[in-house]
């Protein structure tokens, strides 16, 4: 079981990126999911996540209207949409499956938001 994080990189403020997340040996349609981050010398918070049969979403304040989560299904694969990237948006990011007691956490992708 494994999920498998990358798209991180280097944007200048203001940029966008997209983060995917890939899922192997098991199905995301029947696990909620959610994208974290963990900025240096800070604990890791909640950025955005899908929950129910409903797929609703929820965002943490700090990037509502900015980012964006989705998952597809086909490719088994999770995103995060980030746009109009601010320097306090650097961190590592992972994204996280849960369904009851089972969870699974990714590698982790550095973005670093600096001119």
């Known amino acids: 079981v494994q999920l498998q994080a990358y798209g991180g990189g280097l944007v200048q403020p203001g940029g966008s990126l997209r983060l995917s997340c890939a899922a192997s040996r098991f199905l995301l349609d029947y696990y909620a999911i959610g994208w974290f981050r963990q900025a240096p010398g800070k604990e890791r918070e909640g950025v955005a996540c899908i929950i129910g049969s409903h797929a609703n979403t929820y965002y943490a304040d700090s990037v509502n209207g900015r980012f964006t989560i989705s998952k597809d299904n086909a490719k088994n694969t999770m995103y995060l949409q980030m746009n109009s990237l601010k320097p306090e948006d650097t961190a590592v990011y992972y994204c996280?499956?849960?369904?009851?007691?089972?969870?699974?956490w990714g590698q982790g992708t550095l973005v670093t938001v600096s001119s």
């Open positions: 996280r499956a849960d369904r009851g007691i089972l969870y699974y």
